[in-house]
């Protein structure tokens, strides 16, 4: 073990390996209340900054869904500090906000805009609904349910 870490570093290594970065619920909620509302949109497309979790290419737009812990929001969840290992949590979540700002700010300087959807925004799904339709705008289909 490693400093205060509870875990081997080869222990950690596979707890970190267990945590997903696609598909998560997170992110499924906000894939299955865009399709529903009628957009379509592509997944994580490699060849722009920061792999947005939805991209939107003809309305020039993309979502990245964020959970609160792993992309230091400032929700009491996002805000919780591990006891241990602190050093290395304080930093791994310094470097992850540091990287979706630069993947936010090279995205809009290619044009692109921008919407965070945080974890603890997936209570209401009446208000990201309305969050999606505001930044998004009209859906293309005309089938499209209700949510």
Known sequence: MTG????????????????KGRGTRPE??????????GYR???H?????GHPDLVFAGRGAVIFVHGC?????DCPRGAR????????????IARNRARDAASEAALAQAGWR????????MKDTG????RLKAFLGPSGGSSARRV
């Open 4 to 19: 205060s870490d509870v875990f081997t570093p080869m222990q950690r290594s596979a707890v970190m390996a267990a945590v």
């Open 28 to 37: 499924m909620i906000v894939r299955r209340l865009a399709h529903a509302l």
């Open 41 to 43: 949109y592509r997944l």
């Open 45 to 49: 497309r490699k060849d722009l900054p």
């Open 69 to 73: 812990f792993w992309h230091g929001h």
């Open 81 to 92: 500090q591990p006891k241990q290992n602190a050093a290395f949590w304080t930093a791994k």
């Open 114 to 121: 921008v919407l965070t959807v945080w974890e603890c925004q």
């Open 127 to 130: 208000a990201l609904a309305g």
